[in-house]
């Protein structure tokens, strides 16, 4: 079916040229592998997210379908398609004018030096096409053993606890290495630490008194380390894999969405660098190096198209760019530091110019270290803000509808922070994996000031109940009063915190 | 076949089943059904949206950038125009477009309507020649020139007559290739759908919608199954007139009925324009049931008995409930050819009622 995806020897020449450049510019990127596909085949792999082979599932049938209607109604098209991985491979379409495949081809050099050098990337697989079709394989033995529907529902279970996961464990290496957790050892109640000693030594050396008051104070501490878990886990669905009521199938379905939640988690966490970054870098190399004349118009017309906004939204092609062509600059004239900050000559602002030009140095020191929060904490200025309008919005339930509120710095900082924060999804953590000592779940809510959406909220306590096997709750604030959420496998019910 | 047709069938019959569900409520609520551009009908599905926890929308503030002054509304949460796709379901409504072939294929399922046979063993077929073969021999005037060039290129560079360096090649006698045809049998499958209304002051504006709503699924079906569908429209109170689709359905006129004038009006429509043996013919004719005294309705039945019945596939009669029609009229076409396996009648009482009544009418498959 994949006719022929070998690039022309057009495109293949061009490919070398901008490959070249790239590496000029400094870019250290993954090899990139490119296929040339038509736009079904491209909206497939995009309906997979970007992968070739994914395990059957509806929900692909379903982005395909949208895909391919706004692409047949010139709603929108896939421009480019890049996957993280070693080699990284991407794909470019057919029908595409020359002057779009040698945009993309730059961008996507952009995409694979970030997804290599972003420290946030650092812990992601990088043989993860190989991965997810071992997954697909795992599933359709699972889908043949006990049937399309057993298994498609119960990964649509898993799927609605997808995001229960917590984006930082993979930086902390030692509690992802071990996913066996032994949960043994405290509860053995051993003898205290005993010396071996002569007998004739022994009430010298082991004192009795000592040893029943280390004996009293080890089982003190384990009736303390009795919560469970003894620390609040955010990785949620570790915690369901080892402590929930599964077939052994589906725990491999529950790992298998747990891995590849895990996989996408860094694009998430770095839309907007990594966006800006790509963007930055075919914008360079197209309009210094690449661009023919004759092709001028065109790149300008696809080129405003990726980063013109929609009001009501950030486009992070557009903020993430001009987020780092605003560093570059400053970084180049000095314009950052306590001095710039505390100067208060307009004059001698306007003016400012330490002629360091350490600006290259520095964004690709930022594009090493930081991730999206970081960068809009780090560096949204509100000279930026005011240069490119930022305003925060809020709903108006009067008129019906979103507002401007307003275009105080401050406000639009903290809104921005508050919605990159865990990707944008609520903030939820195991707190009771026995709670009222009756081996029900208790999940909680950590209230960041916005609620949770409880028709939705309701229906993923079932999804939790599928694979918890005993009631479950969660803890949130519901107008502005503490409320546990639960469901017993028949009923929902409401309480306030007893 | 694509790899990704599996899951994509998967999710079709997911929203079919929703479709199937909301299927009844559907065909009641005709507004819902608009013929947009070619064929195409939008039905409006949502998403599948498997649930997680997530904020509710409208309770989180964001950023946006632009113009614009305080208070001023901004733009609906549109999604992102950017050249990925995006990985967040939007908060939207996918408009399914369900073309009209799908919509009366899920009729079809819905009601288990058979499939329309052709017309029985004397059915006609048309003998159709296709210029797709070639032959050895045949007038020149038809002579394949690519073909032969090719052939006889052939034949010299197997025997080495051909010279790179001279590169002529001539064909010979057998060289030559020639187009011919190719006869096929077309099932002739050319429908009419003739619908009659009675358009008397009793027909109001709701049995006016019962008749559009079900004219419009009988349309959907019979136009799946016949490639070439016509439809002539026929209104009458006391007489006949045939009509555009747009008058039949908004015209209101008043007086009285005299049913035989439409039926007078079929027979000759049928006689001048669809002989029976080229033509599958559906009359279709809803009425409250109210007709003329005197021997008007004598002379119904001699027309249908005689003339119309044995023209048609089927003869559908529907009777839709009018607070002021006597409803006498089914009760004497059961009575005068109501054993007639060709002739299908039903009353279709309410909205809930399309339903079994299109049932009727198509279940025969004839």
Known sequence: MLQNSALTPEIEEWRGTIRQHALDCGLDFFEVIYELVDYDEMNMIAAYGGFPVRYPHWRWGMQFEALQKQYSYGLAKIYELVINNDPCYAYLMRCNPLVDQKLVMSHVYGHSDFFKNNSWFSHTNRKMVDTISNH??????????????????????????????????????????????????????????????????????????????????????????????????????????HHGQLRRWQRDVLSIIREEAYYFIPQGMTKIMNEGWASFWHSRMMTRKILDSSEVVDYADHHSGTLCCSPGSVNPYKVGIELFRDIEQRWDSGRHGKAWESCEDLHGKTEWDDGKRRGMEKIFEVRKSHNDITFIDEFLTEDFCDQHKLFNY????????????????????????????????????????????????????????????LDYARRTLENLYRVWGRPVHIETQIDGKTKILGYNGSRHDERTNA | MRKIDPDTNRFRNIVRGKIRENLKQYISQGEMLARQGKNVVSVPL?????????????????????????????????????????????????????????????????????????????????????????????????????????????????????????????????????????????????????????????????????????????????????????????????????????????????????????????????????????????????????????????????????????????????????????????????????????????????????????????????
């Open chain 1, 136 to 241: 697909a394989v795992r599933i359709r033995r699972h889908i043949d053993e006990h049937g399309q529907d057993a298994v498609e529902e119960f990964i649509d279970v898993c799927l609605s606890l997808e995001n229960l996961i917590d984006p930082h464990l993979p930086y902390f290496s030692a509690r992802a290495a071990s996913p066996e957790v032994d949960q043994e050892d405290t509860s053995s109640g051993k003898p205290a630490t005993r010396i071996p000693a002569r007998p004739y030594m022994e009430v010298f050396v082991n004192p009795p008194e000592v040893l029943a008051r280390e004996k009293e104070e080890i089982l003190n501490r384990a009736e303390d380390t009795q919560k469970f878990p003894e620390h609040e886990e955010r990785d949620v669905l570790r915690f369901l894999l």
């Open chain 2, 46 to 366: 949502p998403q599948i949206d498997i649930p997680n926890f997530r904020f509710g929308s409208t309770d989180q503030d964001g950023v946006g950038l632009g113009e614009g002054e305080e208070g001023q509304p901004i733009g609906g949460e549109q999604a992102l125009p950017g050249p990925e796709a995006g990985d967040q379901p939007g908060e939207h409504i996918l408009e399914v477009d369900v073309s009209l072939e799908e919509l009366a294929e899920i009729l079809g399922e819905e009601l288990e309507l058979p499939r329309i046979e052709p017309r029985g063993t004397e059915s006609i077929e048309v003998e159709k020649d296709r210029y797709t073969g070639i032959h050895r021999s045949g007038p020149e005037s038809l002579r394949h020139f690519r073909r032969t060039f090719k052939a006889a290129l052939r034949r010299q560079i197997a025997s080495g007559s051909y010279d790179v360096k001279n590169p002529k090649v001539i064909p010979f006698r057998e060289d030559r290739r020639y187009r011919s045809w190719n006869t096929k049998k077309v099932p002739q499958s050319n429908a009419v759908i003739i619908y009659m209304m009675d358009v008397s002051g009793s027909m109001g504006t709701e049995q006016k919608d019962i008749v559009r709503i079900e004219s419009f699924w009988l349309d959907t079906w019979l136009r799946s199954q016949y490639k070439n569908l016509e439809t002539r429209y026929i209104i009458h109170d006391a007489q006949a007139k045939l009509v555009d689709s747009h008058t039949f359905f908004h015209v209101r006129e008043s007086g009285g009925t005299k049913i035989s004038s439409a039926y007078n009006m079929a027979k000759d429509l049928i006689q001048k324009e669809f002989s029976p043996q080229e033509w599958n013919i559906y009359p279709f004719h809803f009425s409250d049931g109210d007709n003329w005294g005197g021997d008007d309705t004598a002379q119904c039945l001699k027309l249908l008995e005689e003339d119309l019945i044995p023209a048609s596939n089927v003869f559908c009669y529907g009777q839709v409930k009018s607070a002021y029609g006597s409803g006498q009229f089914i009760k004497d076409l059961r009575e005068g050819v109501g054993q007639n396996d060709k002739m299908l009648l039903s009353e279709i009482n309410s909205r809930e009622e399309i339903l079994p009544s299109i049932k009727t009418f198509l279940r025969k498959g004839c």
């Open chain 1, 394 to 453: 809020r709903y108006d339930r009067q008129m019906g509808q979103y507002v401007l509120d307003g275009r105080d710095f401050a406000t639009i900082k903290r809104t921005f922070l508050d919605q990159l924060s865990n990707c944008g999804r609520p903030r939820i953590h195991v707190e009771d994996g026995n709670y009222c000592n009756r081996g029900e779940l208790l999940l909680q809510h950590v209230w960041s000031g916005t609620p949770l959406k």
